[in-house]
């Protein structure tokens, strides 16, 4: 029995009716509401700021924000206005150019929700990078993106420092605070707190195809891709998020997730803005009372979160969230991972709501089939398609939907929908495979159900999805390899109750070194050092050596499926792969 939201609730939600939407939409809904005529400039900064302020909203809280160590403080869109214009004229006369990559390195504080900004308004890239990053996962993605400037904060620097030298493209690295620090040469201050507040600033006249935001994401091939989006991003971010996420004016909004991923981008900076929309951070890690606690101070209304973080929330028990007033709360949704019925049904029990899971990717840029608000939730079900969003399960054969429901195939996308990525920087070949008789392929496999919904059924490659972040094992395995023990190494993943996968890294030694606990210690620390806590392996085994094909490809499937209870399937045809 699926359980459905009442009436009235369907009746004030953002999207109405999604049978309504469906027929006639047309993304010139969204360019209306926006006031933007296609062929007119479209400046992201601008349309988050200066728009909202000329809509009267200028001291209207647009980010209220807390820090680990409780500090806290709050910017109206009208300081957002005029602390990116700031930016934009730093940035422009540190000899910044339009179309320029420029690299934020930042935990979650406000200077890295203001530099996105100031960024996009004087026309260069805005590349976020995950500050739990170590330096190879840093350099290989400033190295391939060729970056010029890296916006960091004193805590991170000596990473930046260290790698600097490999980087021949980067020119400046900004310090947002860098009181008592002595800067090196093509170091520069930037304190946002005593930097003249700007009035006016030349917003670069971007059009809907000008590049804005590089998200680098994996791949189960190489090194991850800079998933390239443009301005024009905007119409569909805009309009998800008023229609999926229920966004309205009076709403106090939190998205958990970190600008280093597209989440935290489309959803966590662009979505709400650009709708006006108060949004709150809290820049610390995760803990049951610490989150509800955050909610009821807040008040936040409009949560959106990761199947990860519920798990964990759901380890506390329903009785955590209930020592707490949640009842701010209205409309909760979730993306990352398969949302798995139990937290849909627990979600209901803890907070009266059910978390809607959204289905997207970095390259989508925004979401592309969901659960809307007013829309019976099918628990374990993605949903249905944006309007604007022609979306089918792939025969895998022959790349012609499926005409029967029920069957697995691969999802795919008619290209065309405003935020979809143009492009992998550096890459013609990688963006080019990702499209198959006039389809844009998502990778992943799923079953549509006679009623229209989506079901996740899983990846279509190797690539690991760990708490909702994916992780190229390319990447993992170039690292193990970079330690004086390991002869061979593959990365697989493997079932974890809360962050559904982790990483499990396979390794033969050299000749000389012996396996035991020890050395697997050293070997994790070694990886977390160098990529991050996320891409560490949990466990390593030591094996003699690793199967292979004649060509010598490393054969993950033949290592993931024990690990998963699967039958490893015919070697002898594997082996011809
Ligand atoms: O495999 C799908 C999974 O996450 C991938 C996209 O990851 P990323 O590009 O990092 O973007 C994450 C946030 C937009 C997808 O290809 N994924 C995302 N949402 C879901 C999901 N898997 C199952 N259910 C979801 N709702």
């Known amino acids: 029995m699926y359980a459905t939201e009442t009436l009235e609730e369907k009746r004030l939600c953002n999207i109405g009716s ?11 809904i969204a360019e209306k509401e926006m006031g ?35 500090r806290e403080r709050t910017y109206t869109f009208g300081d957002l206005r005029l ?7 730093v940035l422009s006369r540190l000899g910044l150019e339009p179309s320029e990559r420029v690299c934020l390195f930042l935990d979650r504080v406000p200077e890295l929700y203001i530099a996105f900004i100031g960024i996009l308004k004087m026309g260069a890239i805005v590349q976020p990078l995950f500050s739990a990053f170590g330096e190879e996962s840093l350099s290989t993605r400033l190295l391939d993106a060729g970056t010029a400037a890296v916006v960091t904060q004193k805590k991170h620097l000596p990473k930046v420092r260290r790698i600097r030298a490999q980087l021949p493209a980067l020119r400046t690295v900004v310090v947002v605070d860098a009181e008592g620090l002595a800067l090196k040469d093509g170091e520069v201050a930037l304190d946002l707190d005593s930097e003249p507040r700007l009035e006016r600033f030349p917003i670069f006249p971007a059009t809907a195809e000008t590049p804005s935001v590089l998200h680098y994401t994996s791949g189960t091939t190489g090194q991850p891709k800079g998933a390239q989006h443009v301005h024009g991003s905007l119409v569909s971010q805009y309009l998800t998020a008023r229609w999926v996420l229920d966004l309205k004016s009076d709403d106090v909004y939190w998205c958990n997730a970190d600008p280093g991923w597209v989440t935290g ?7 709400p803005w650009s709708n006006g929309i108060t949004q709150a951070v809290l820049d610390s890690g995760f ?68 978390f809607h899971d959204t289905y997207w990717q970095t390259e989508t840029g925004c979401i592309v089939i969901s659960n809307y608000p007013g829309m019976p939730v099918k628990p374990g079900s993605m949903g249905k398609p944006f309007p604007g969003i022609a979306a089918a399960v792939l025969d895998p ?5 499926h005409r029967e429901p029920g069957r697995v195939g691969v999802i795919g996308l008619r290209p065309g929908w405003p935020s979809m990525l143009r492009g992998y920087w550096n890459n013609p070949d990688g963006y ?17 159900d006679a ?92 094996v003699a050596s690793l199967p292979r094909n004649r060509s010598g490809k490393i054969l993950r499937r033949v290592l993931r499926a024990p690990e998963w209870g699967e039958p490893i399937g015919d070697i002898s045809t594997l082996m011809e792969d």
């Open 432 to 448: 080019a495979k990702k499209f198959t008789n006039g389809w844009y392929l998502t990778g992943d496999r799923a079953t549509v």
């Open 83 to 89: 602390l990116s214009n700031a930016v934009a004229a």
């Open 287 to 354: 803990g049951a009372d610490r989150w509800y606690g955050f909610i009821e101070r807040r008040g936040i209304s409009v949560w959106y979160s990761a199947p990860t973080a519920i798990r964990l929330l759901m380890r506390d028990g329903p009785q955590a969230a209930k020592r707490h007033d949640l009842s701010s709360l209205r409309h909760l949704a979730s993306v990352g991972e398969p949302l798995n019925p139990e937290a849909v049904h627990w979600s209901r029990e803890a907070f009266g709501l059910p």
């Open 451 to 542: 009623d229209g919904y989506f079901w996740f059924v899983g990846r279509d490659d190797d690539v690991i999805n760990t708490g909702g972040h994916l992780v190229g094992p390319f990447e993992v395995e170039s690292a193990l390899l970079e330690h004086p023990a390991v002869a061979e190494s593959a990365a697989v993943a493997k079932p974890d109750p809360v962050n559904m996968e982790v990483v499990k890294a396979f390794v033969a030694l050299k000749p000389g070194f012996t396996p035991g606990p020890d050395l697997e210690l050293e070997i994790m620390n070694f990886v977390r050092k160098r990529l991050s806590p996320i891409a560490m392996p949990q466990e390593i085994a030591f």
């Open 36 to 70: 933007w005529g296609r062929g007119d400039p479209l400046n992201i900064g601008w349309n988050l700021t200066d728009r909202i302020c000329r809509l009267g909203l200028a001291k209207k809280p647009a980010l209220l924000w807390e820090g680990s160590d409780g």
């Open 18 to 28: 999604y049978e309504e939407r469906l027929r006639g939409f047309d993304w010139a």
């Open 265 to 271: 981008t489309s959803y966590g900076i662009i979505g």
């Open 397 to 401: 054969a022959t790349f012609e939907p």
